[in-house]
């Protein structure tokens, strides 16, 4: 199960799996008619028993409804925050989407900051939206982010990352503690007690994208006899 | 398409690291990037990397009317492009106040150095001589584009050879590669413009700024310089003003990494010429068959620690460290690299022709001692060795300092010094360091 496409070429594995039952096209699919096409360059990948999407290297983002991203402050325009996600357009973000905040009690944002936000409205003829509180009204791991580093990585190793089998986060806090903030726009935030440590967990994270899960621990030792010798 | 936003978390951070005599990629204040250097199949196409920013140079040259001014002399032109390829926020087509800059800058670092002797550039006089014209297209930006497209245009222009000609009364017949050798351009020297990055209100300054330093700095210091240790070009930007002190120090280290970079150069340049000679297939094309130009060739971490070498600068490290004879720093479990990272390692190897050149800072002006103070780089790491590398450093750049003030006026204060060297007495007399100011 691990078909290569370019973009255009007809999947008909998943047309032949059609034939028979319903199936879903994630992301990378396309269907025209009768046939199912690739729309991204990449590997097939499959969930038993009708789940198909393409996985590709990707560094730009498009924003998808629900997931946390990244932005910083651009722009202050009367009851709005402009955010740039990293998106094709920038992301817009009301003054009263914070928790506690009234029309009153306006929240205490600068032009600069650095916002953990989810994404509320994302579709590809509208801004996208965002928010920092949740559906109860509270704000949870959302909001502005001080002090730390923020860097750009590619979406997949943002998914890399998040993904449940990955040791990365659990090597890497037996090492050091540390704080992260990570955006599906491919931006990660940290923080750690002192500088060079924060550099190290950045670089750890970075360097994890092209190795395998059995040596991400090895890679975490190694930044952490880096660091402490 | 705007710039991303830089955060003010980002910014901080850069200027705290600073503070601590940190860098984001590990170097030390004091260090610049891998140059490497390539040259194409045709005369005068070069194609330079500093780190990740890279910059191709095209020479081309036509006959034209001279100045009426300079009837005698042909002409120089200077053209640099910022394209979207180098980054999203250039706009294509359109004179930038930074294509300006970097524009003028190079101008005044080659054409007012006078380091091209224009007048060998001339067929007849009041008629007709060589235009030559520099272009260089940057192809991605990572910081201090400067230094890169002064590289490029040096070893094009070193590289580049006109058509020779044959006058005949009215007539002027240009000779094809074929008929007559083509002619090399006369350098009377080397100028390279080398970069700081200053903070901490002009107190400090970094060395060869990336492009989050360069956007978080407060200002910064261009100085054109040629292996002679002869300042041709100082552009000061920004928003603070930085102490002579500090502006002395800097020029000191500038003009050494001058004779740094324009050794590589001449290296560069005799390589391709042997290669050449040696009727071996020369150009890009074989470049990337050696894969000694790849896209993002370096390890691309842009957050490192000094002593970070799990995968890429592995190999790297060693190859630099045995060639200085130091001993060999490995980490732990470096033998369970997959493959995919070992192929990465090749490429890093295969870059090695220039590339395992590693800058450390070089605080002394003789390079007898090169080979000590490679040593010494090579082995210090870890913040509390780096902080006493610096000390040790800066006394003896002020020793340097105090004595070089006897011998190398240097005036502070002014944007612009252009240098007028003797042309006559141009010999490649190293000792020739005096400065005659305009």
Known sequence: MSAVL????????????????????????RRTNDSVLACKAGVLCKKAPNMFWIDSYQRRYVPVRGECVLGVVTQ?????????????????????????????????????????????????????????????????????????FVFNCSINLVRKILNK???????????????????????????????RETIAVGNA????????????????????????? | MKETPLSNCEKAFVVQAIKERLRLDGRKLEEFRPLKINFGAEWGSAHVTLGETRVLAQVSCELGQPKATRPNEGLLYINVELSPM????????????????????????????????????????EDKVWIL???LNVLNHEGNIIDCASVAALCALAHFKHPDVTVTGEEIKIHTSAE??????????????????????????????????????????VFGINSYRELCCLNLGGTT??????LLQCSSRAANRAKQVVDQIKAALATDAEARSADQSVGFTECLKMNTINSLAQDRLSLRLRRFNFTLDDDFRNMSSNSAGAPDIKAEGDDSLPDATRIDENTGLLNSNQSNVRWVPEDSSDSDEDEHIFEKGDESGGADSDDKDLEEELENVAEEMAYKRQSQPISKGGSQQPVKRNIDNSSDSEEETTMVLG
């Not at chain 2, 294509?99 to 003028?104: A, D, K």
């Not at chain 2, 009377?188 to 200053?198: E, G, K, L």
């Not at chain 2, 003003?241 to 500090?246: A, E, G, V």
Request: net charge negative.
């Open chain 2, 86 to 125: 180098a980054a999203l926020h250039f706009e294509a087509g359109r004179n930038s106040e930074l294509t300006v800059q970097i524009n003028r800058i190079l101008e005044r670092t080659f054409k007012d150095s006078r380091c091209v002797d224009l007048e060998s550039l001339c067929v007849s006089a």
């Open chain 2, 241 to 246: 003003l930085t102490s002579s002190n500090l």
């Open chain 1, 165 to 195: 089998n990955c040791p990365l986060l659990q090597a890497l806090q037996r090492e050091m503690p540390f704080e992260v903030a990570v955006g599906m726009n491919g931006r990660i935030w940290i923080k750690a007690k002192t500088m």
């Open chain 1, 205 to 229: 994270i970075l360097a994890t994208e092209f190795v395998s899960n059995d040596d991400i621990r090895k890679l975490c030792e190694n930044i952490g006899n880096i660091l402490f010798t």
């Open chain 1, 6 to 29: 370019v973009p255009g070429e007809a999947v008909s594995e998943i047309e032949e799996v059609a034939k028979t039952k319903k199936v879903v096209l994630g992301p990378g699919l």
């Open chain 2, 180 to 221: 007559k050798d083509p002619i090399p351009i006369v350098l009377h020297h080397y100028p390279v413009c080398v970069s700081y990055a200053t903070f901490q209100n002009g107190e400090v300054a970094i060395a060869d700024p990336t492009v989050i330093e360069e956007r978080s700095s407060e200002a910064n210091m």
């Open chain 1, 76 to 148: 202050k325009a009367g009851d709005i925050f402009r955010v740039d996600i990293g998106a094709h357009e920038q992301a817009c973000l009301s003054y009263l989407a914070f928790e506690g905040a009234t029309k009153k009690n306006r929240p205490d944002i600068q032009l600069g900051d650095l916002l953990y936000a989810r994404l509320v409205v994302a579709s590809r003829d509208l801004e996208p939206e965002l928010v920092c509180v949740n559906s109860h009204g509270k704000k949870e791991k959302l909001g502005v982010l001080n002090d730390g």
């Open chain 2, 133 to 135: 014209r520099v272009d």
